[in-house]
Structures are given as C-alpha cells and as structure tokens.
C-alpha cells in the first residue's frame, strides 16, 4: 500500500467513480449480488423500460425492497473517507453509480450520481419529479396527480445518462491528475469508460475492490480489500504529505 502514497500525495484535481461496492459496508446488497428473494432475478432484467411496460407492479415491488434497505442504510467508513478527502484536494469530482443516496448523506458535496436516485419518483406522462416519501405504496404502481404513472427517478438500462451530468463526469475524467474507482465491476457502460479514460491520458488509476475486475490488470494499481479499511488509509496519506505544489517538469 505505501507504494502509491507518492502517486496520491502529489494530486490536486482527484475524480473517483464508486458503484454498489462501496455501499456494501452499509448492508446494501451489490448489484450483482442481490440476495434473498430478488435472486431469481438479474438486475437486468428488472431494472429496464420493457420490464416496467411488462409488470409495472413487479418492478414497483423490487424497488420498494430496494428503498427499505437504503432508508436503513447509514454512510460508512468509505463514504465518510470520501467526504473528508473532497476537504483536502483542489478540485475533488465523486462520480457515483449508486442511486443510494449515501455520497450525499456522508456530506460529500460535488457528486455526480450518473443513474440517478431511488428515493425519487418521476412521472411517465408529465416528467413532474417528487421523492419516495410522498407516496405511499400499497402494492399498486402509484399514479401522478396528473394520471400519469409513476416510475423511479433512476436510469434503467438502455436508456440515455442525464446528459449535462455525464458531459460533466467525462470532463472530470479528462482533467483529473489522480482517478480512483471504488467498488465497481466496471462492466457497465458508459460509467466503466471513464476509468479507461483518465489510464488513456497516462494518469495513475487506483482500482479498490475485495475482488479482480475486468478492469484490474490494467489499472496502475488495484488495491484488494474493503473500501471502508481502504479509503480512510489513502485519505490519512493523502491529509498527513506536505502538499507541495507540483514540481514544473
Ligand atoms: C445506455 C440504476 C444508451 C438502476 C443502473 C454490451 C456491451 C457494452 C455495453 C452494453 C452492452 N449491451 C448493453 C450495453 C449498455 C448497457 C450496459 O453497459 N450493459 C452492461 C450490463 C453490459 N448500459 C446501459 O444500458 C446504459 N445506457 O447505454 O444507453 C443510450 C444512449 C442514448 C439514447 C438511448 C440509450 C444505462 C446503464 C445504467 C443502468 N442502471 N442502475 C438501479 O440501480 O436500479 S446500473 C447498475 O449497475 C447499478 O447502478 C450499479 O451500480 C451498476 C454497476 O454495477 P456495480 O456498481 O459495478 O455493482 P456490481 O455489483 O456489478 O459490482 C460491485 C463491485 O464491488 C464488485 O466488483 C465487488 O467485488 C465489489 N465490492 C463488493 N463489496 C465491496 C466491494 N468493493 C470494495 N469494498 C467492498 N466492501
Ligand atoms: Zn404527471
């Protein structure tokens, strides 16, 4: 681990990319390893348009579980590292996966949440957003004031990011002197680009996973074991180096 302290200390413009990883910690399960009842299903095969068109009330079901396991989830040591870390740098851009909410609740300020949130709503006929709270689900897809149904405020896959959100996220990428990604298997696009971007530029990409990614071998560094041990130790490097500027080359 001390090996990478050089790498960490001497960056300013830091971008991260976390997925379900990192919430793990905070007993949310990852989204390929949805447990319990949900295991019959593949995420994707849940988590699309068609499936919604298909059985709306399926789809409203899985993600209510999904809201009951984040409205008990607490940020952890992960998140928390992150939010500190921000403090630290000159310009720290969190782009995350989840729709957890947890970056947020953690403090972190500059997120990106590429797929959105599941503690929001929005409304298939007049787009009219409002947050998990206002509904009370009895079983049955609950309808907008206006008639139209209501389906949660994430992105569903083979539908399009936010634009101005992801332009950002790519932006952040280009720029960055130090890119992180946490906790994700780095197979879902257009996210897992963005890793592949900054290791492009010559940039040093530190990978934190308890596992091997697809994305593993060519990171400068893949770091094996928790975010939540992880992330605190790099932050503590980072906080503890005499920040001098960057030597001109
Ligand atoms: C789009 C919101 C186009 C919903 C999600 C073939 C090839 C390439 C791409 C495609 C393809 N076929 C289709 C595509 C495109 C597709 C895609 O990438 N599919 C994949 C499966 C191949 N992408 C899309 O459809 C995207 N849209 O491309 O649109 C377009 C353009 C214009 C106009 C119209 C259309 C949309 C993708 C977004 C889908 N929505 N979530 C919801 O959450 O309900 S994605 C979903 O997967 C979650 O957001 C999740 O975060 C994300 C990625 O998963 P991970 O976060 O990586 O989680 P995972 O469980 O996989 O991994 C967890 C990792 O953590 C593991 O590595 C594990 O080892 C590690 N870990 C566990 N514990 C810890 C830990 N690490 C550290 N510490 C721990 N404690
Ligand atoms: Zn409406």
Known sequence: ????????????????????????????????????????????????PEAFAANPRLVWEWYQARREAV????????????????????????????????????????????????????????GRESTMDEITFDGRPPVCGCGGMLRPGVVWFGEALPEAVLNEAFAAARECDLFLTVGTSAVVYPAAALPRLALDR????????????????????????????????????YASAPHRSRQTS
């Open 1 to 48: 681990m001390d090996d990478y302290v050089d790498i960490i200390v001497n960056s300013e413009n830091i971008c991260v990319l976390t997925g379900a990883g990192i919430s793990a910690e905070s007993g949310i399960p990852t989204f390929r390893g949805v447990g319990g009842m949900w295991a019959k299903y593949r995420p994707e095969d849940l988590a699309t």
């Open 202 to 237: 010559g940039v040093p990409v530190i990978e934190v996973n308890t596992e091997e990614t697809p994305f593993s071998a060519g990171a400068t560094c893949s770091l094996r074991g928790p975010a939540g041990e992880i992330l605190p130790q790099l932050v503590a490097a």
């Open 71 to 126: 409205s008990r989830a607490v940020p952890n040591a992960g998140h928390m590292a992150l939010a500190g870390w921000e403090k630290l740098a000159r310009s720290f851009v969190l782009v995350t996966q989840n729709v957890d909410g947890l970056h947020l609740a953690a403090g972190s300020r500059h997120v990106l949440e590429l797929h959105g949130n599941i503690r929001r709503n929005r409304c298939t006929a007049c």
